[in-house]
């Protein structure tokens, strides 16, 4: 019922900048919280940002001070800007969202996007 394609990723410098953006589209009644996770190889998955409807932000403490999430509610989209980036920050990074679809607009569901590459090389 819900779709998120992400698109943005890519390799980049030491210090350098990528935005990545999620978009999403189907059934929404409502989008309740969006985030960005990540995964780098062998390692585990873990929350990056995340944008709640009443307009909180939390981020990883690996980030903070670089990486900024908005969203575009008019759009259904949201994004994920990435400055100074690190060699560290090297991973697979997904999107996510809570959705209320129309037939079940009192239970949140979960959806994921397929994923894209950024790669920071020193």
């Known amino acids: 019922q819900v779709q998120l394609l992400e698109s943005g990723g890519g390799r980049v410098q030491a210090g350098g900048s990528l935005r990545l953006s999620c978009v999403a589209s189907g059934s929404i009644y409502r989008i309740n919280t969006w985030a960005w996770y990540r995964q780098a190889p062998g390692e585990q998955q873990e929350l990056v940002a995340e944008?709640?409807?009443?307009?909180?932000?939390n981020y990883a403490d690996s980030v903070k001070g670089r990486f900024t999430i908005s969203r575009d509610n008019d759009q259904n989209t949201m994004y994920l800007q990435m400055d100074t980036l690190r060699p560290e920050d090297t991973a697979v990074y997904y999107c996510?969202?809570?959705?209320?679809?129309?037939?079940?607009?009192?239970?949140?569901?979960?959806?994921w996007g397929q994923g894209t590459q950024v790669t920071v090389s020193s």
């Open positions: 996510y969202a809570d959705v209320s679809v129309y037939g079940y607009q009192y239970n949140g569901k979960d959806y």
């Open positions: 944008s709640t409807s009443g307009g909180t932000s």
